[in-house]
């Protein structure tokens, strides 16, 4: 079975700079697929990032970027130039072969003036 | 129209209540789901609808009671459920089963309390 750990379960950064959120992940499968997922409090989950396992290339979308390394089973998201909106729980998932996402447990990031 | 729906936004119910939620969305998705999401916690999974059809169980009491009329929307009935069944309830919808669209997009939840 697949797991996530995310092993902060809260971190917090000063506004305009930047924070890097770990998970790292257990798979046997070859191909899948990793997400950060964005809960702000009390808002709606929203997706921030995606990346396939088969491409080498790290996913960026203009603040936010990841850091895979798929033979240490890692994916990281860093978050540059932070700002107050970013404040929220963040969800590592993974996607394999079934069409279940298995979430981490969540880092929740404050983001302070 | 990128959105998935939920309605009601929250819902207080007693233990002999029967009561239902509704989800909706109006992407063409083929995937619809159910989580429960508990304060603080990731969400669990309850169930997946594929084309309509249930495809994943993940052993819900059978006080939950998921529905798919179409692939448009997704129910969920309620009935004689317990104070620990409170929580907020995530619907998300994805485009399908092949894995490179199963990006899921969720709807804002219905807040759940039983009393």
């Known amino acids: 079975a697949q797991t996530v750990t995310q092993s902060q379960p809260e971190m917090s950064v000063q506004e305009a700079e930047t924070v890097t959120l770990s998970c790292t992940y257990d798979t046997s499968e070859s191909n899948y697929y990793l997400f950060w997922y964005k809960q702000p409090p009390s808002r709606q989950m929203i997706l921030v990032i995606r990346q396939e396992a088969y491409k080498q290339q790290n996913a960026t979308e203009n603040r936010f970027s990841v850091n895979f390394q798929k033979a240490a089973k890692s994916f990281s998201l860093k978050i540059s130039d932070s700002q107050l909106g970013d404040t929220a729980m963040y969800f590592c998932?993974?996607?394999?072969?079934?069409?279940?996402?298995?979430f981490g447990k969540g880092t929740k990031l404050t983001v302070n003036p | 129209d990128t959105e998935v729906t939920q309605t009601p936004k929250h819902l207080v119910m007693g233990m002999t209540n029967k009561k239902s939620l509704k989800c909706e969305q109006h992407?063409?998705?083929?995937?619809m789901y159910w989580y429960k999401q508990k304060a603080k916690k990731p969400p669990e999974l309850m169930f997946v609808y594929s084309y309509e059809k249930l495809s994943i169980n993940e052993s819900v009491p059978s006080r939950f009671s998921p529905e798919c009329p179409n692939s448009s929307l997704l129910n969920l009935h309620l009935h004689a459920l317990q104070p620990e069944d409170s929580a907020l309830y995530l619907c998300a919808s994805s485009q399908g089963s092949v894995a490179a669209l199963r990006e899921q997009f969720f709807g804002p939840g219905t807040r759940l309390t039983v009393l």
């Open positions: 998932a993974f996607e394999g072969g079934s069409e279940k996402l298995v």
């Open positions: 992407m063409g998705h083929r995937a």
